[in-house]
């Protein structure tokens, strides 16, 4: 049975750290880029931080950059994301995804399938 499942999510006071995790079952994620994508209430879904399967490059939003930090770690099938100094603008459902047909999923989830979605994980950032 597939599985592309988050945990990690939580409530936290601005400046925090969290640390998201996504677990893959039933395949392997070697060869697929992966990414984190949020939805904030309301508004759209971005891509958040994405990484490469080819070549192990990432990409960050300009809102996150400096903050979050995207990994792989392919021999526990799993990704992460670290969210350092937490702003209250970062509250918003966290979901993993990844690719088999693109590498560049956070610019081009739009126009090409994720093979994979996770279900979500609430972050919420708040004092």
């Known amino acids: 049975q597939v599985q592309f499942v988050e945990s990690g999510g939580g409530l936290v006071q601005p400046g925090e750290s969290l640390r998201l995790s996504c677990a893959a079952s039933?395949?392997?994620?070697?060869?697929?880029?992966v990414g984190w994508f949020r939805q904030a209430p309301g508004k759209e879904r971005e891509g958040v931080a994405c990484?490469?399967?080819?070549?192990?490059?990432?990409y960050y939003a300009d809102s996150v950059k400096g903050r979050f930090t995207i990994s792989r770690d392919n021999a526990k099938n799993t990704v992460y994301l670290q969210m350092n100094k937490l702003k209250p603008e970062d509250t918003a459902v966290y979901y993993c995804?990844?690719?088999?047909?693109?590498?560049?999923?956070?610019?081009?989830?739009?126009?090409?399938?994720?093979?994979?979605w996770g279900k979500g994980t609430p972050v919420t950032v708040s004092s």
């Open positions: 995804a990844a690719s088999l047909r693109v590498q560049a999923m956070c610019v081009m989830w739009k126009e090409v399938p994720m093979d994979y």
């Open positions: 039933g395949f392997s994620l070697d060869n697929y880029a």
């Open positions: 990484i490469k399967s080819s070549d192990g490059g990432t």
